[in-house]
């Protein structure tokens, strides 16, 4: 079945960080899971170049914002392949394509009577690019924040407005329908009640500064950043030709967003998609925020963590396996220097890298790099393979919600029960009493081995790529299909190296 899962556009008003690369990631491991056995993926991230924060950080560095973003977005390209992602397409929104299809949706919205004109007073953050009510801010030194503490400004101005007060019914059918498109459920309650609170229509253009798409028919005004850079999902499947194959296989799609900006995607996104005839997101899902050891990531206190620093000192894998292991995705996690060394010595290296390496090696000596299927099972055996696929049917029913730190926990227990069983079977004593009995538990084990590396592959993939080519088993032969029962052919392998050496 196709599939459409996208990231937030990045703003390109910096560099990118660790958030950035959490949720690329995530899309990424989505991405993977979905592709095997199946190629009809369609993997997007982008970024999202317009507005006043972007304008303003040109402005500070003294260059054209053209030329800014151009050198701004080519950072988010070039990280992406770097966190070993694979995309298959990157939008802007500076592009001629998102232009027109962002112009094109305004004007379907002008046409269904969704729009009128009229003027907003009230506060505004550059910094988030978001309207405020007055009850939701806080006084700090005799000054307006909002809650996270992002300034606020007054902004009284000419502004078309969306009628979202007039989709808050629909909307609330639109969280409850089949699928219960918004996770995770604590994320879900909020986005309800706070639609069930009331709706006020949405200022969606600005007059005040020039760093915009600009509104069709109207040249004083510029569309609201958001409305903008929420149509880059519709541009990148090329909107407003709603019947191309392409429209049509992929939307619509899947969201995965940073919590700071479910409203944006829960609400808003979901009533201009209605309101444009649109069909609403299949899926939007809102993940946690990392700190870096304890404390609040943030430019000022200078604690922001580069992904090409950690992935250069833990490896790329590494860190892959640790952001999606150590918290559950969804909830806030810490990153910590100390947790990422446990972490990855503990499940990677010694738990699956020193099972492949002892097992491979004891094979390729002493059974001449070859095992043949073998179906005269102990109840210990039939027991450990009862465990096999319990962990595989768990492990498709997590990845289909998102649960990743629950599906690698899962995969480490089968590996755990993997070593265990060698130890307690000791093939190295079976190779002179039993040789036909140590085959049978190489055997199992090694369907172990493969079926974890199967399983792990979306979140360490360079590693399960390799793990697999020791048994023979290349990229393209991955395949779900080998994760059913016992693998009934012969086993080759080559001799192993090592995956995963102990961080100190
Ligand atoms: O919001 N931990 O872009 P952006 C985890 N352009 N995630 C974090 C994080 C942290 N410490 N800090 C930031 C925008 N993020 C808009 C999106 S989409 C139509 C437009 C995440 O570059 C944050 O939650 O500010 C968000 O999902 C992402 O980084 C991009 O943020």
């Avoid at 990118?16 to 997007?44: K, S």
């Avoid at 972007?54 to 151009?70: M, Q, R």
């Avoid at 001449?368 to 029913?397: G, M």
């Amino acid at each position: 079945m196709s599939f459409y899962i996208t990231t937030p556009i990045y703003y390109t008003n910096d560099i990118p960080h660790i958030g950035h690369a959490y949720t690329t990631i995530a899309c990424d491991i989505r991405a993977r899971y979905n592709n095997i056995d199946n190629g009809e993926v369609l993997f997007l991230s982008g970024t999202d170049e317009h507005g006043q924060k972007v304008e303003k950080a040109a402005k500070d560095a003294n260059i054209d914002p053209k030329l800014f973003v151009d050198k701004l977005s080519i950072n988010f390209e070039k990280l992406i392949p770097s966190l070993g992602c694979e995309i298959n397409d990157f939008i802007r929104t500076t592009e001629t394509r998102h232009i027109k299809a962002a112009q094109a949706l305004w004007s379907k919205l002008v046409e269904n009577n969704q729009i009128y004109l009229s003027n907003y007073e009230g506060w505004y953050s550059v910094r988030d690019e978001a309207f405020y009510q007055e009850s939701e801010l806080q006084k700090v030194d005799g000054k307006f924040v909002t809650k996270d503490g992002s300034p606020v400004e007054w902004i009284k101005e000419e502004s078309y407005f969306f009628k979202l007060s007039e989709w808050q019914e629909k909307l609330l059918e639109y969280y409850e329908s089949y699928n219960r498109p918004i996770s995770p459920e604590s994320r879900r309650n909020e986005v309800i009640s706070f639609v069930k609170s009331g709706l006020k229509d949405l200022s969606i253009s600005r007059t005040t500064f020039k760093w915009g798409i600009p509104v069709p028919n109207n040249k004083d005004h510029v569309m609201y950043v958001w409305i903008d850079a929420l149509c880059n999902y519709l541009s990148a499947i090329g909107y407003p030709d709603t019947n191309s194959n392409k429209f049509k296989k992929y939307w619509p799609a899947f969201h995965v967003v940073g919590k700071d900006i479910l409203r944006f995607h829960a609400v808003y996104w979901p009533a201009f998609l209605m309101a444009a005839d649109l069909e609403p997101p299949l899926k939007i899902f809102a993940h946690g925020w990392w700190t870096n050891e304890g404390q609040k990531i943030s430019k000022s206190l200078g604690n922001v963590i580069d992904p090409y620093e950690i992935i250069n000192e833990y490896g790329l894998d590494q860190i892959r396996y640790f952001l999606f292991r150590e918290v559950p995705f969804g909830k806030d996690g810490n990153f910590s220097r100390n947790s990422i060394s446990t972490r990855v010595n503990a499940d990677l290296s010694n738990t699956y890298g020193n099972l492949i390496q002892r097992i491979a090696t004891f094979v390729v000596k002493n059974c001449d790099s070859k095992i043949t299927p073998s179906n005269n099972l102990t109840d210990k055996d039939r027991e450990l393979q009862e465990i096999i696929q319990n962990t595989v049917v768990n492990y498709h029913r997590e990845m289909g919600e998102m649960l990743f730190d629950l599906s690698l926990k899962n995969i480490m227990s089968l590996l755990n029960e993997a070593n265990a069983y060698v130890d307690s079977q000791a093939p190295w004593k079976l190779k002179t009493t039993d040789p036909e009995r140590m085959k049978v538990v190489l055997y199992i084990v090694l369907n172990i081995i493969i079926k974890s590396s199967i399983m792990l592959y979306p979140f360490i993939p360079q590693s399960a790529e390799k793990a697999l080519s020791f048994f023979n088993i290349s990229k393209d032969q991955i395949s779900f299909k080998d994760l059913e029962l016992l693998i009934l052919s012969d086993i080759t392998i080559n001799n192993p190296k090592p995956l995963f050496p102990r961080i100190d």
